[in-house]
């Protein structure tokens, strides 16, 4: 945080950020925004976190024009829920939709029922979209949606236009595996034909969600890593991200852009669909569907020249629900109330200090990749994490213990009590669903899925072979296990 600060006070005294005094934007013209959303991108799959043998020279660089996030946190560690609180700027405990849709069917394994949650974010619900139409902006949706079917997509958002492309797609030496070059192409197509007035693009990749491919070239050059076909897919995604920042600096329009970089929730650490081995979020523990830092944990990059200061590291918690009240903002538009963010654009622009809050989850689901309903909450360097179907707790010290390896709850007694309470508290004023008994619960389902093998703990970063083929079983009976009724019809995109 030393560095962020000394850049911060050489840029006010060079006079490229300004003073709180003055308006955070200009009487020049109001600044486009480009925002970038990878599905299922881990903390540490760029090699600017870390990742040494994955390959992203784009996203680097854009790293280092501008601010790198190191504790950056999604609203939810699954894709719709998360996705939806960009969009609204509320938590999606408030809005009653709390998993992906259509979400996982209820099963005998579970002690608890899922809450009936919200199958489309309603049309009353004003997104990005809807408000930086207000402010004069034009805007596309390009690529993802998930968080609404028929009736409910970007379109009746508020979007101007919508380019869905395809989640999968034949690598090809014009293609990747995840259709990010056509969504690119997409992109750029909409900036240029809007280069002469302020614009929203929101562009929501694909990658690297499972089932992913990539081309056999970029597989071999990525042999070395954890896995070669994923790290090929980051590669491609980090390619298509370079092109799209080309073209704003070919339109002379890179000065006058926000781009914002980031991921719906953390990588999925354990195997799922067609691929036994897909990613790890070491040093951190568990990842996508769990309350745990590696589900929560997302890669923020925010650049824009003259306002953000570059090079810089951030390492305040902010939660992806922020980006609404953010954005409007830097836009020169007031804040609306109601909201569950808050604004960071005092602090991204060197005006004001970062915000500190404690932040809270609310994640009433059994999940696809092993977790139980659970809530959880960051006050400072503690992370409480409780239970739903148990109502245990556990308490991490995560400054001291980034992976959530030693529960200190028996030990702090006192804390957890003044955590839970805070917890409850904000479920109560957010109108958090809650779940109810199963009735057609089986005890022994239960323990073979969730007590004798707990995918939380799984670290594939240091798993042997047996425990690889271990986890490999386990995914299996977790698919094989019957619905206690049939599942609501998918939603494209869904995992």
Request: a neutral charge; aromatic letters at 8%; glycine letters at 10%.
């Amino acid at each position: 945080m030393g560095h962020f600060i000394g850049i911060l006070a050489l840029l006010w005294a060079a006079g490229i950020v300004g003073t709180a005094a003055g308006p955070l934007v200009g009487a020049g013209p109001k600044p486009n925004v480009v925002f970038i959303l990878a599905d299922d991108l881990g903390i540490n799959d760029l090699h600017c976190y870390g990742r040494r043998e994955h390959h992203t020279p784009n996203l680097d660089r854009l790293a280092s024009q501008g601010m790198r996030f190191v504790s950056a946190y999604c609203a939810q560690p699954i894709c719709s829920p998360s996705r939806a609180a960009i969009l609204t700027g509320k938590t999606p405990a408030r809005l009653h939709l709390t998993t992906y849709l259509p979400g996982r069917a209820d099963r005998p394994s579970q002690k608890v029922l899922h809450p009936e949650i919200v199958l489309d974010l309603p049309l009353a619900e004003k997104t990005l979209a809807d408000r930086f139409k207000e402010a004069g902006y034009v805007s596309a949706a390009i690529g993802k949606w998930h968080v609404g079917g028929r009736g409910f997509g970007p379109l009746e958002h508020g979007f101007d236009s919508y380019h869905p492309g395809r989640a999968n797609t034949p690598p090809s030496a014009s293609e990747g595996g995840k259709g990010e070059y056509d969504l690119t192409a997409a992109a750029e197509r909409f900036v240029e034909a809007h280069r002469d007035r302020p614009f929203l693009l929101y562009l929501a990749h694909n990658a690297p969600h499972i089932p992913y491919a990539a081309r056999e070239d970029r597989i071999r050059n990525n042999a070395g890593a954890f896995e070669p076909v994923y790290a090929a897919v980051i590669e491609s995604l980090d390619d298509s991200v370079g092109r799209l920042l080309a073209k704003l600096d070919a339109l002379g329009l890179s000065a006058n852009t926000i781009v914002v970089f980031t991921s719906d929730n953390g990588g999925l650490h354990v195997p799922e669909g067609p691929h036994p081995k897909i990613t790890h979020n070491a040093p951190y523990r568990a990842g996508k569907g769990f309350v745990y830092e590696g589900g929560l944990r997302i890669p923020l990059l925010v650049r824009w020249p003259g306002h953000v200061a570059a090079g810089s590291v951030v390492e305040t918690p902010v939660v992806n629900t922020d980006w609404l009240p953010t954005l409007l903002e830097l836009a020169g538009q007031p804040v609306p109330s109601g909201l569950d963010g808050v604004s960071l654009a005092s602090f991204l622009t060197g005006r004001g200090p970062a915000p500190r809050r404690p932040l809270f989850w609310h994640f009433p689901h059994y999940t696809n990749q092993g977790s139980r309903p659970a809530g959880a909450m960051r006050d400072g360097r503690w992370m409480l994490v409780e239970y739903y179907d148990d109502w245990k707790s556990e308490l991490y010290d995560i400054v001291a213990d980034p992976g959530e390896r030693r529960d200190l709850a028996p030990r702090l007694p006192a804390r957890v009590t003044r955590m839970h309470a805070s917890l409850a508290a904000w479920r109560q004023r957010v109108g958090a669903q809650e779940n109810r008994p199963n009735p057609d619960f089986d005890p022994d389902g239960y323990r073979a899925l969730y007590l004798d093998v707990d995918a939380g703990r799984f670290d594939p970063e240091r798993a042997d072979a047996a425990a690889w083929e271990s986890l490999w079983r386990w995914r299996k009976a977790m698919d094989a296990v019957p619905t206690r009724r049939p599942a609501k019809p998918p939603i494209p995109g869904s995992p």
